[in-house]
C-alpha cells in the first residue's frame, strides 16, 4: 500500500509494537481468476479478446492453476461455471475447496428441466482465522442484477458483483495491507469492489499478541 493513510498507520501500530502490545501483521498476496468459462470463451468472448477461444482448451486452464499456485500460494480464488467444474477440479491440488455462489437472478427458460442457479468458485489457501473470528459459510447468496435498472450491476456479461468480491475476501480472511491481483480485469468491477473494500479499512492492519 502507498496511501497516505496506510503508511500513518503503519507507523502508528510500529511504535505500538515497539512495546510489545502488537505484532506485525505479515502482509499476503491473493488473487482472484475470473477467466472465460471452458467451452464459452469463443462464444461469449472472442469479440473482445483474440487469445479468448484458447480457454476452450484444458491445456490453458491447467496452466492458469498452476500460476495461481506458484504466484500467489497464500491464497486465491477461481471461478468456473457448473459444466466445467468436472473436467476443471481434477487440474487443481487435493487441499481446494469448492465454494458455491448461488445466484437468485437466474432466468428459468421453458423446456429446460434443470436451471443453472448456482456457479462454482475454486478456493485455495487464505490467512488462518483467530479465535475471535467467525467461520465463514461455504456458499452466498447474491445476485448482480440491479433492482432499480433490471440491468447487470458491472455492465459486463460475466461481471461479479461487488457483494461476491467482499465475501470471498472474507473467505481468504485478507486484510487491507495485502496484495490482492485481479487476474481478469474485464469491466474493472472486481478491482473497483477491492479498492472500495480497502479504502474502507474494515478489517485491522495488525493483530494483538495472544500468548
Known sequence: MNSAETTFALEQEDRRAVHGTVEPLVRLRFCYADPPYFGLAAKFYGHLHPDAADYDRLETHAALIRRLCDEWPDGWAMSLHVPSLRHILPLCPDDVRVLAWVKPMTSFKPNVRLAYAWE?????????????????????A??????LTGRLKSGFKGGKPEGLVRWLLDV????????ITDLFPGSGAVTRAIEAWRAEGRLPLYQANRD
Do not use: K
Not at 462454482?120 to 456458499?139: K, S, V, Y
Open 142 to 147: 447474491c445476485s448482480c442484477i440491479d433492482p
Open 172 to 179: 481468504l480472511n485478507a486484510h487491507p495491507g495485502d496484495e
Open 120 to 140: 462454482p468458485i475454486i478456493l485455495r489457501g487464505g490467512r488462518p482465522l483467530t479465535r475471535e473470528q467467525p467461520t465463514q459459510r461455504d456458499w452466498l
